[in-house]
């Protein structure tokens, strides 16, 4: 790809458990030219996730110190801890020479949205809230009333699906990389015909 596609910025957000990170993982796997905005949270990592690839693991102190310093482009608050994206520079991202994946929540979409005005809205939705709910006890990750506080957290975080540009119904693996993959495609067109 020549170098005009390059410096696009996707926000993608999804309740937890719909198989966002999983998508975006094989995404980047499959398509070249693409970084993963590592956050800021003051939540405890799961098993498996590392510090600097997954998040950046802070402590509450830490993190208040980030905002009162201004160094967020937007945080949120989401089911008791906080969650915050470093600020983005989008000339640096395009000589970089790589678009950028950031994954946040509703609030903090919309937030970024503001100051990132060209950044392009993708939600991915899990195809019930039944589906969603046997993902997240299947996964094993969460106690039980974890689950319940996210299912409903879900529920009203899927009601603002509507303002995305794009929304995936993440139902088989494989179609919802395919189809994460062709959003991603067809902007990277998109950029280059119009520039
Ligand atoms: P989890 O704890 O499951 O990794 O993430 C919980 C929620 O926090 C998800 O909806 C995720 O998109 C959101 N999130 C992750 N990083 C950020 C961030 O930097 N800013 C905001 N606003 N939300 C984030």
Known sequence: MDQKGKGLIFIVSAP????????????MEALPGLRFSVSY???PPRTGEKEGIDYHFISPGLFRERVEKDQFLEWAEVMGHRYGTGRVDPEALKSEGADLILDIDTQGAKRAKEKLTDAVLIFILPPSIEA???????????????????????????????????VIVNDKLEEGVA??????VAERQKKRATQ
């Open 16 to 27: 937890s458990g719909a198989g966002k990170t999983t998508l975006v993982r094989k995404v």
């Open 132 to 166: 969603l709910e046997e993902r997240l006890i299947g996964r094993g990750l969460d106690p039980p009333e974890r689950i319940r506080i996210r299912l409903a957290h879900a529920k009203s975080d899927m009601e603002e699906a509507r303002w995305y540009q794009y």
């Open 179 to 184: 189809e994460l993959k062709a959003i991603i």
């Open 41 to 43: 949270t003051t939540r």
